[in-house]
């Protein structure tokens, strides 16, 4: 279990990330530069929360709930959805940050 909690974690960062680097991609290439990302998230993933410009990932480990957050330099809005799987995102350039969506 601790090998799988491993792996979770990973998933769920490598997902956040994967966001936030292309958010920033898009923010400073200005308007209207737009990326669709696949990303991966995990059976054990709780929620999906986009606060203060950080994407905070909050899933179940054997110890209880987790948390990874993963703050992006630019301003970041939008709603996510935490079912698991592969999840196509649409990350676009606006006036005031980036909007991110589910395509």
Do not use: M
Request: glycine content about 6%; aromatic content about 6%; proline content about 4%.
């Amino acid at each position: 279990s601790t090998i799988r909690d491993s792996i979770g974690s990973n998933e769920v960062s490598d997902y956040a990330s994967k966001i936030v680097s292309a958010a920033e991609s898009v923010y400073y290439s200005g308007e209207p530069s737009k990326l669709t990302v696949s990303a991966y998230l995990p059976q054990e993933t709780r929620e999906v929360e986009i606060l203060d410009n950080t994407l905070v990932v909050s899933y179940t480990t054997r110890a209880g709930t987790a948390k990874i957050g993963v703050v992006s330099r630019v301003p970041i809005n939008g709603v996510l959805t935490s079912y698991p799987g592969i999840h196509k995102i649409s990350v676009v350039a606006q006036a005031d940050g980036v909007e991110v969506s589910e395509t």
